[in-house]
């Protein structure tokens, strides 16, 4: 399988969240199923059904975390900002100025597992990261966009 570019922070958080359900939520499971067992016959016992599809679903979430983790090609943004002279890269974050619109907004460019735009995270796949790329402040991007063309003005680059 090929490396999946993912950033530091967002390494983190899939570090701790798998620590999380290794240390916390199993344990909770194991101890579920059990006691659930002590009730009686497994054929009718809907608390141990929905406790072992609980640890079904935990088990899978272990096993997702692992392979994207082992499979990540971890950039920290920080230490290549150095070599990246003002350009947008991944991990960067853009601050940009909508010219039709007359608004600005900010964004950070991840990887597709930490892709989230809600908070502003966007994967560095989507049309608007591959429109960003390279550019620097004071450049003006056009995004194709399914609504057509959309002017960028990039105001800031930064590498946090």
Do not use: W
């Amino acid at each position: 399988m090929n490396q999946i570019p993912m950033t530091l922070r967002g390494a983190n958080k899939l570090r701790k969240e798998l620590e999380e359900l290794k240390t916390i939520k199993r344990p909770i499971m194991i101890s579920a199923i059990a006691s659930a067992r002590e009730h009686g016959d497994l054929k009718e016992n809907a608390e141990y059904h929905a406790a072992r599809e609980e640890q079904s679903f935990c088990e899978g979430r272990i096993q997702e975390l692992e392979s994207k983790l082992s499979h990540a090609n971890i950039i920290d943004v920080i230490k290549m900002s150095g070599n990246a002279h003002g350009r947008v890269i991944f991990g960067s974050t853009v601050t940009v100025f909508h010219r039709e619109m007359h608004k600005e907004s900010t964004y950070c460019i991840v990887g597709d597992d930490e892709a989230d735009l809600k908070n502003n995270l966007i994967s560095i796949n989507s049309p608007m990261a591959r429109g960003l790329i390279g550019k620097t402040a004071g450049d003006v991007t056009v995004i194709c966009a399914p609504g057509g063309n959309v002017e960028y003005d990039i105001i800031k680059v930064e590498y946090i």
